[in-house]
């Protein structure tokens, strides 16, 4: 009789382990040598080379990523951004159409805006909510349609479903960013998205030692990817592999904690319009959440210097508290018109919680308030 499929709980640590293990260890050591003696490879592909995303710590990496997502292939990349652009890149040339989510992460945002266009890559905008006013901005030339599970700052969760009826209805390739989800939380490739992408940087590794991304989903696709990021060069090194590979092991627990965190905190957020779809969707909701202070942008920072166990700091994933005002980390990119028009007013605060017992946290947030 065939064993059941593992759950994620244990794929995640025993998934794309080495068999046998190297000398024993337990743990698969970092091979940290850029090239490697040569054993008759016939492709200069195969050869093994740190560039060409193929050193053991890579290879194993690559398995348990694909496990946990329930892909048929998985790429580590040097950064989260390293991913995305390669992975539109690999889809994407002159001439091509793309369909992009508006709300989009700034990094990505400002590589549609000002890199996309003299790359002769179209790119049009679309509101997740609303797939009718899709389909009138697909034209002959669209290839790829991208959206965020949960976008950044506001949470606004897209119409995934109807993101991947679209993409299979006129023969796109659909690509998700999963970062504020993990495979944890959500899998989009069981919903039926093509490619899933991560900044590994945030839950995956979870401790705020590395950057780093992934992209996952069918072989053929990860091999065009492949191709592009071993000629882009944007690698990882081997030790960054050894640290995210580590990171791995602990990421359900985390995200555990990180969901109940966060929802002790979030009460108040009860209410959010796409509070059903992300129940209906997601295993918990991770642990970033936003709000406003009556008291404006001066209340805001008076609260970010009163707390005292928030770092104030970007990103989000790992296992401490991190608080930030967007308009002055992720979304400073962007002009005073621009911010409000996704939603960002100046006083907003974004809390990226970490594993620290939510007691403590409430706590710290309630004197917090208190010297508002
Ligand atoms: N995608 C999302 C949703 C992010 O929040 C970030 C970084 O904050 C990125 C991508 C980019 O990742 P990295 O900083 O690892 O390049």
Not at 148 to 170: D, H, I, Q
Request: overall charge negative; some cysteine; proline content about 6%.
């Amino acid at each position: 009789m065939t064993p059941p499929p593992h759950h994620l709980q244990t794929q995640l640590i025993h998934a794309g382990e080495p068999q046998p293990r190297p000398a024993g260890a337990l743990v698969l050591p970092v091979y940290q040598s850029a090239t490697f003696e040569y054993q008759g490879q016939r492709s200069y592909d195969q050869l093994r080379y740190i560039r060409l995303n193929n050193t053991p710590n890579h290879q194993a990496l690559h398995l348990k990523l694909a496990a946990i997502s329930g892909a048929e292939a998985a790429l580590v990349t040097a950064s989260g951004m390293g991913a995305i652009t390669t992975t539109l890149l690999s889809f994407l040339g002159a001439g091509d159409h793309l369909l992009a989510q508006d709300c989009l992460y700034g990094g990505t945002l400002s590589f549609l805006n000002e890199e996309a266009g003299a790359l002769g890559i179209e790119v049009d905008f679309i509101r997740g909510n609303d797939p009718a006013s899709w389909a009138p901005l697909l034209r002959p030339t669209t290839r790829l349609i991208y959206v965020e599970t949960m976008t950044n700052p506001l949470l606004e969760v897209p119409e995934l479903e109807a993101v991947v009826g679209f993409a299979r209805r006129w023969g796109l390739v659909s690509a998700i960013d999963n970062t504020f989800a993990s495979p944890v939380n959500f899998r989009p490739l069981e919903l039926g998205f093509d490619l899933e992408l991560h900044s590994a940087t945030k839950y995956l590794n979870g401790h705020s030692d590395i950057v780093a991304g992934c992209v996952m989903g069918r072989s053929a696709h990860l091999a065009q990817i492949t191709r592009r990021l071993n000629h882009l060069g944007g690698s990882l090194d081997p030790h960054a592999c050894f640290l995210l590979h580590r990171g791995l092991k602990t990421l359900a627990l985390r995200m555990r904690q990180h969901d109940e965190n966060a929802l002790a905190l979030a009460r108040f957020l009860e209410g959010h319009p796409q509070h059903q779809r992300a129940k209906r969707l997601f295993s918990g909701c991770g642990g970033v959440l936003s709000f406003e202070l009556q008291g404006g942008t001066a209340a805001a920072d008076r609260l970010i210097a009163a707390l005292e166990l928030p770092v104030s700091a970007p990103s989000l994933g790992g296992v401490e508290t991190l608080i930030t005002r967007p308009a002055t980390t992720s979304h400073a990119g962007l002009t005073l018109q621009q911010r409000p028009a996704l939603g960002i007013s100046e006083g907003l605060v974004r809390v990226a919680v970490g594993i620290e017992a939510a007691q403590d946290l409430c706590a710290d947030f309630a004197q917090a308030l208190d010297q508002l």
